[in-house]
């Protein structure tokens, strides 16, 4: 399992998940799109989020992923209880 993160430089809830992700020894890429605005809309867009960090986590089962292989966690306080329910 693998979390992709969007995130901005200047946003402190990236920062705080990239932390989590790192505390936890979880594998994790994260993608700054602070100067792609135009990729950071469309990810807005498509998932219906307006806030970064977007979390996403990689589901390598081929059954669950329904086309998609990422499904969004949310964001920072999304990704906390995420990982303190398992």
């Known amino acids: 399992m693998r ?3 969007y995130t901005k430089k ?7 998940a990239l932390q989590l992700l790192e505390d ?5 890429t994260s993608i700054d799109l602070q100067n792609s605005p ?3 809309q469309s990810l807005k867009e498509a998932y219906s989020w307006k806030t ?3 979390v996403f986590l ?5 059954e ?3 086309g998609n292989p990422y499904e969004l966690l949310g964001g920072f ?3 906390e209880d995420f990982l303190n329910e398992r």
């Open 3 to 5: 979390y992709i993160v």
């Open 10 to 16: 200047d946003c402190p809830y990236c920062v705080k």
């Open 24 to 28: 936890k020894n979880l594998q994790w």
């Open 38 to 40: 135009d990729a950071l």
């Open 52 to 54: 970064v960090p977007m």
């Open 58 to 62: 990689e589901n390598t089962n081929i």
């Open 64 to 66: 669950t992923q329904r």
């Open 77 to 79: 306080s999304d990704l």
